[in-house]
């Protein structure tokens, strides 16, 4: 079993910059790719960023240029730094890992944190 701890959301002006975080932690675990998706009201939950167990990251066309996302592997942490933030970021995001350290392997959702860009 595999939990996720998330953090760093909140409020921020349009323009302004938040930082996400995720750490995974479980006996055995062996995190592979990482990543973030959000929801907004009324919406579906969409993939933000995502990170390979090498490095590779990929992001939605919204979100290129302004959103990098990060690991420490040795942490088991994946970090979503937000800048340029607007309105329309506002959502709930969630964080997805991949545990292979188990069979099959198996995705896993945090918690969700709620962040919300005011104009």
């Known amino acids: 079993q595999v939990q996720l701890v998330e953090s760093g959301g909140g409020l921020v002006q349009a323009g302004g910059s938040l930082r996400l975080s995720c750490a995974a932690a479980?006996?055995?675990?062996?995190?592979?790719?990482m990543g973030w998706y959000r929801q907004a009201p009324g919406k579906q939950r969409d993939l933000v960023a995502s990170i390979t167990s090498g490095g590779i990251a990929n992001y939605a066309d919204s979100v290129k240029g302004r959103f990098a996302i990060s690991r420490d592997n040795a942490k088991n942490t994946v970090y979503l730094q937000m800048n340029s933030l607007k309105p329309e970021d506002t959502a709930v995001y969630y964080c997805i890992v991949t545990d292979i350290g188990h069979m099959p392997p198996r995705n896993y959702w945090g918690q969700g944190t709620q962040v919300t860009v005011s104009s």
């Open positions: 479980g006996s055995n675990v062996r995190v592979n790719a």
